[in-house]
């Protein structure tokens, strides 16, 4: 198994931010960045405490190095259950057909800084197929570390887009 754990400052409220990321363009929108090929999202359910968002993805899937191969793809379900209140969630993803072997979880928190906030992600990947598993879920967590950083960006650019 591999963790991480990475953070951001974005240059907008959090209250804005809590807004966008519980919205299906903003997990589409996000999926794509991270390299889905596709990315359909929907939010599943949403109160005035929870919003759980549901997105189905095509990824290029790995080789036995880890290494991307847009070749052959990797269907996956991600689910974020977002709790308002608290401006935290908890999310998983399910491979398709590899629901056994592989396991990807964790939270996102956003934590207020007057008018500015910073974005927490963290998470556990284990991939249970021998001699390759760990190679592979260093390459993944590898992946999620050098995009993490565009988030804000991103974040910002449709923050500002939404005004």
């Known amino acids: 198994m591999k963790s991480y754990k990475i953070s951001i400052d974005v ?4 209250e804005d931010v809590l807004g966008l ?14 390299g889905a090929l596709s990315a ?6 949403k109160d005035d ?8 993805r095509e990824d290029p899937g790995r ?6 191969d847009t070749k ?11 709790d308002i209140k608290n401006m935290n969630s908890k999310w998983n993803v399910r491979t398709i057909g590899k629901e056994k072997l592989v396991k990807v979880c964790g939270t996102s928190k956003i934590e207020p800084r007057g008018d500015k906030c910073r974005y927490y992600d963290q998470g556990e990947v284990s991939i249970s197929i021998p001699i390759i598993g760990d190679i ?8 999620i570390e050098k995009a993490f950083p565009g988030k804000k960006g991103l974040m910002e650019e449709s923050l500002k887009s939404r005004a």
């Open 40 to 45: 359909k999202a929907r939010i599943e359910k």
């Open 21 to 34: 990321v519980t919205t299906a363009e903003w997990a589409e929108k996000e999926a794509r960045a991270d």
């Open 72 to 82: 052959n793809r990797e269907k996956s379900v991600l689910t974020s259950t977002w």
């Open 11 to 14: 240059n907008a409220k959090a």
């Open 63 to 68: 080789g036995p190095k880890g290494v991307k």
């Open 49 to 56: 405490n929870f919003v759980t968002l549901v997105v189905d």
């Open 136 to 143: 592979v879920a260093r390459a993944v967590v590898s992946d």
